[in-house]
């Protein structure tokens, strides 16, 4: 599957008497990221998300973006000590992605960063050097 990208938004505005065209990504930099791990999610997985198990990569693609604009209000939501319930109930890179998001915007409290690093996979935690052991 080919890299997936933050889809462009094309205004037109003919208000003033000009037609003023704008192009503007669809959603914010920080946003991206959880846009792009859903996409990423939904296409891998068949059924995670939305089922896509009889479609090819541009069916699957338009699905996966349809069912984001869905989901996109649940998964911006901001609970109190990180994840929603219905966000806890979200694929782990998923939930992953979230809490970035919120890492990024200072939305994360101090109990939500356990959450967050809970979520880390063993190649993200930072491997502690052992000290030698001796043989006695």
């Keep these: 599957m080919k890299e997936i990208k933050n889809p462009l938004v094309a205004n037109v505005d003919r208000s003033s008497g000009d037609i003023e065209i704008s192009i503007a990504k669809k959603y914010s930099e920080t946003e991206e990221a959880m846009y792009k791990s859903y996409m990423s999610v939904c296409a891998m997985d068949d059924k995670a998300l939305t089922d896509t198990s009889d479609m090819d990569d541009k069916q699957t693609i338009k699905a996966c ?63 502690k050097k052992d000290s030698p052991k001796k043989d006695a």
Excluded: C, F, H, W
């Design 65 to 127: 973006a349809g069912q984001y604009g869905k989901m996109r209000a649940m998964m911006n939501e901001v609970g109190e000590a990180g994840l929603t319930e219905n966000q806890k109930k979200l694929p782990p890179a998923l939930q992953k992605a979230i809490l970035e998001k919120m890492k990024k915007e200072g939305k994360l409290s101090e109990e939500s960063e356990a959450a967050y690093s809970k979520l880390l996979s063993k190649d993200d935690i930072p491997k």
